[in-house]
């Protein structure tokens, strides 16, 4: 994706409402509220997380996330802002770790390394809420032309993903499969498994 149509995206959802995943999430967590958000993008649920009492840990690969995450939270002493990949961050102990619409980028080759550092930073009890791209989205498509987004795509099966979750109770398992519209307005098709789940 280019630097403008990243730029786009994140005037596009700056502002948008927070998934009602992440709002009945936050309600699930015990003291202390830590969160980490896996590709902050333009904040907007950093936003709401420090809103809510939380401190944040957030990351994106994109130097422009994290530009305008620092400009939109200057000043604020809760909020902890890097530039890093899934795999070169350090996830820091946490009650919620966030990852919307954003492990559907990170290579197939490491997601089993970051899948672990993702479970051993979350405390017992602690909440996962995030989504996993399916098999009959658009961007599964192998006629997809991933240099016009990022090249990597990482695609989950339900019967592939449901095992992941072994170690953690399942809050709420939600399938999309839909029609509808990106952020940019364009026409795609959604299959996305939205999750919340609880570590054991």
């Known amino acids: 994706m280019s630097s403008k149509e ?106 089993s390394e970051v899948w672990s550092k993702i479970n051993k930073s979350l405390s017992p009890g602690g909440i996962f809420v995030g989504s996993f791209l399916g098999p009959n989205d658009t961007m599964a498509n192998p006629n997809y032309r991933k240099e016009s987004f990022w090249p990597d795509i990482l695609v989950f099966k339900e019967v592939q993903l449901r095992p992941k979750f072994n170690s953690f109770e399942i809050i709420n398992w939600t399938e999309h499969n839909i029609d509808g519209k990106t952020a940019q307005g364009r026409s795609h098709h959604w299959h996305i498994f939205s999750i919340i789940a609880k570590k054991i």
């Open 6 to 111: 990243i730029s786009d995206y994140y005037d596009a959802t700056v502002d948008r409402e927070v998934r009602s995943d992440l709002q009945q999430a936050i309600k699930l967590v015990d003291e202390p509220k830590i969160a980490i958000d896996c590709g902050c993008g333009a904040g907007r649920d950093v936003a709401y997380l420090l809103a809510n009492g939380f401190i944040v840990h957030a990351f994106d690969i994109e130097s422009d996330s994290i530009l305008r995450c620092k400009k939109r939270f200057e000043g604020k002493d809760n909020v902890f802002l890097s530039r890093d990949s899934f795999n070169r961050f350090s996830y820091p102990f946490a009650s919620l770790v966030l990852a919307d619409a954003s492990l559907f980028f990170c290579p197939e080759s490491e997601f």
